[in-house]
């Protein structure tokens, strides 16, 4: 038997187990709600990223779907007032060899080029496309104040780095390609009008004799006026940089020790465009002129189309954000379906 010495020895080891075991059940039970509280954070975390990442979507989809219908109506009229440009700049563009020689073509163009009333109507379709050009840059301008706080979080909730600066690019794009242009009507009036002045000129007519008798012949003096206006443009070397030679140019063909006086390259230039005018060779630089101009429509109706496609995409990815798609191949996936510089509309 235990004697009560022995006996208060084993109660007080007893009690010390006891203690000890209640301490560590305490401190298992902090330890678990702290998991479980750390656990119930993580949820409510993701459970509030998610519901942002949702609200984001619905309000980014509504943007996107109201923008996507307004540049759609936009889009819509530049595509009109572009193909009515094409199809009357087709008139002053020789077709295809197969369809018609050069002899051919210069017969046609002297008809053309010398109808005021199929001019007067080209370049008012020429400034009607300008005014909706420049109207679509301010457009674009204008609704990147709504469009881009939408990609902007968007793109900050998905990774999507790179949104926001496509869409940013594009107004000053369509920018670039109405100052380029605003100079395709100009330069195409004063080369007809040129066109229509030199026709009437004696054959033999030399630059000099030109210059000499443009005082008694007011038609020698306006035609050399319109070739100094025309080569002391330096805008118009877009349209006519097989034409009208530079600095570099000069020194390069000629071996020039030093470069031309401003005045002195200016007489070069028009003493040239006059030898091609005087050579017959008008229609054609006329012909190329139309084709450059019309490839900046292409391009800056291109510019409009990639918007909108880009938009689309973006509508297309939020409203399939389960599916687990990237942005680069939706955009890649309807620059496909839509075309993107193939097709007009």
Sequence with gaps: ???????????IGIDVFTAISIIFAAAQYIRNSRKEAEKLREERAKETEKQRAERIAESG??????EIRSLSEYFTKIV?????????SQRFIQQHYL??????????SEKMLIDTDLHSRYS?????FRIILLGGFAYLSQRNYVILPVLDAISKA???SGLVEKVKAVPSAVNEKYNQFID?????SKLVELYQLTRNLP???SFEHLIEQRQEKPEYEQTLQLLIKISRDDDYLVYLSNVLYTQDDLKENLQLEQDLTQTDLRLFNAQHLYQLCMDNKLPGIIHNVNVRGCKLIDSARDEFKGMLILLSACYSYILNADEHISLDSEISRYEEIFKLGEEIS
Aim: hydrophobic share 35%.
């Design 1 to 11: 038997m235990l004697t009560n010495e022995l006996w208060d020895k084993f109660q």
């Design 61 to 66: 989809a509504k943007v996107l779907s109201d």
């Design 80 to 88: 009109r007032e572009s193909k009515d440009v094409e199809k009357l």
């Design 99 to 108: 369809k018609e020689t050069d002899e051919e073509f210069y017969l046609r």
């Design 124 to 128: 008012k379709e020429l400034e009607e």
């Design 158 to 160: 998905n990774d999507l």
């Design 184 to 188: 395709f009507p100009d330069v195409w």
């Design 203 to 205: 054959a033999d007519l």
